[in-house]
């Protein structure tokens, strides 16, 4: 016969342990890297003012251990409060991070929510850290957004004639649900449950009719680029209706420029707009700012690399102004690297000569111009045009102009419609030179190598397929945690060997 040894915990016999919390956090993992950091190393005193509880009121959780609970949680793509809540019940390092102090999902949400301004404090402060173990190259740099959907409906988004419609649809729905009800009610059919779910969808229904009134009482026409009205939307009104890939998303922009060398974020910021290209400015002022203030000497070449989204003469006005060397591509870049044999004729192959106001086309006929006009992205410009004959008799109407149709039957000749960014000595036109130099495109390959495993990292590995907050401040403070998990996780190896944990 078999004899196995006796448990006493299957008895259900109790045991008592002796647990050093800090012993649970071992040398050479990310947790004892954060916990040294946030407790030795990286200030954060700049949360004492948020406390005025010393005389009066309880004690409050100190935010170190909310602030190594919340990133512990992100690293291991935990992001919501509730769940980081109980990660810090039942998970022993993050029992050990939280000093067992077991903070309620409530503060730690409100945490999360409050203190976006202060986060920005320590992003740069986590981006000194990187400098000091000398992860930051400072000469080459890639900037890009990531679309996101936040906590908003995209049920409740449109102009306020949609959300005028929406408002008609919700109340002729709960009008015909009142009626189906009292029908059901005079015939006797309502029972028990019926009853239950009819409460259940009214209750839904007159919630919605008092969300889409009450907004479109105080509604503010948000305006476009073009300054036409874009949509609202009702749950967050500073989040945008976004195309991705994937369709369109209510959400935010999390934009991020990171660095060559170890794809350190030097900047971060969320932005609740469809147009990420138009906050480059401001991503590039941040970037030297926050280089500054971590303490990175700047080099005498900055280059900065961008997709065609940030290509635009203001963009690169600014990069001249910063004394940066913009990489960016131009929205044709793609097709000139591809099979030039069916390329049209663009503005750069036209010679323009100011004395006459004119432009020469590739078979040397003039281009006239005609009127002042604004393209389908609003910006103004002028149109110059070719005589219909010229192009009629052209020997290179073939790579010069659109139309497929039988080239007797023309009815105006080619014409370019000169803005800002291809008038000539723009910015614009000497970049579009320069991209075409193969010094240009080797640098501009390396744009995806130095972004894309940023946003990667993020997405897939930290796992933030959408921002849990709503309002630009919050989901902003939320991004900057993101970005700060990314950049503690790039410091981990260099923190190693210097502690020599490796
Ligand atoms: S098609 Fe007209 S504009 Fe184009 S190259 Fe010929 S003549 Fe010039």
Redesign the pocket.
């Known amino acids: 016969m078999a004899k196995y040894k006796q448990t006493e915990a299957k008895s259900g016999q109790g045991l008592f342990l002796s647990v050093n919390l800090m012993e649970q956090l071992l040398p050479g993992t990310f947790e004892y890297m954060l916990n040294a950091l946030i407790c030795k190393k990286i200030d954060i005193s700049m949360f004492d003012k948020n406390y005025n509880n010393d005389k009066t009121g309880a004690s409050a959780i100190p935010p170190r251990v909310l602030i190594k609970l919340i990133i512990y949680g992100y690293s291991k793509g935990i992001k919501s409060s509730r769940s980081i809540d109980e990660l810090s019940k039942n998970n022993i390092i993050a029992k050990a991070l939280s000093e067992d102090l077991e903070p309620h999902w409530t503060t730690i949400a409100d945490f999360i929510s409050c203190n976006s301004e202060i986060f920005k404090e320590i992003f740069v402060k986590v981006l000194a850290y990187c400098a000091e173990l000398e992860l930051i190259g400072g000469e080459t740099f890639a900037g890009d957004g990531c679309r996101l959907p936040s906590n908003a409906s995209i049920e409740l988004t449109g102009k306020k004639e949609d959300l005028e419609k929406r408002l008609k649809i919700y109340r002729r729905m709960a009008e015909k649900h009142i009626a189906k009800h009292k029908r059901h009610d005079e015939k006797g059919k309502n029972d028990e449950e019926t009853e239950r779910c009819y409460q259940l969808q009214q209750k839904k229904l007159t919630r919605n009719i008092e969300k889409i009134s009450s907004f479109l009482k105080n509604i503010e026409i948000k305006e476009g680029r073009r300054g036409k009205e874009t949509t609202s939307n009702i749950t967050d009104n500073e989040s945008a209706l976004i195309l991705t890939s994937q369709g369109y998303i209510q959400g935010y922009i999390g934009l991020a420029v990171s660095d060559k060398k170890e794809q350190i974020i030097v900047s971060a910021e969320a932005v609740g707009s469809a147009n990420e290209g138009e906050h480059f400015p401001r991503m590039l002022e941040t970037t030297v700012n926050n280089l500054e203030k971590a303490g990175v000497k700047r080099k005498k070449k900055i280059k900065m690399l961008a997709d065609k989204n940030y290509f635009c003469e203001e963009n690169l006005k600014a990069c001249k102004e910063q004394n940066v060397q913009a990489i960016i591509a131009d929205p044709q870049y793609k097709q000139r690297l591809g099979d030039n044999k069916n390329k049209r ?1 663009e503005a750069d192959d ?1 010679k323009y000569y100011k004395k006459g106001n004119y432009y020469k ?5 003039q ?1 006239t111009f005609k009127r002042i006009n604004k393209n389908s992205e609003g910006d103004e410009g002028m149109v110059y045009q ?1 005589s219909v004959k ?2 009629r ?5 073939a ?3 659109k139309t497929r149709k039988d080239i007797s039957k023309l009815d105006r ?2 014409s370019l419609f000169i803005t800002e960014s291809n008038s000539p000595g723009s910015l614009s036109v000497a970049l579009r030179k320069k991209l075409n130099t193969q010094e240009y495109q080797d640098e501009y390959a390396y744009r995806i190598q130095i972004i894309e495993p940023v946003f990667s990292n993020i997405t897939h590995c930290k796992k933030l397929d959408r921002f849990s907050l709503r309002g630009k401040k919050k989901v902003n403070g939320q991004w900057l945690l993101y970005c700060m998990v990314h950049n503690l996780g790039k410091c981990l190896k260099g923190y190693n060997k210097k502690k020599g944990y490796t």
Do not use: V
């Open positions: 004729y036209f086309c590739p078979n040397g006929k281009l070719a010229d192009c008799n052209c020997p290179l109407n790579k010069c102009l000749g080619r």
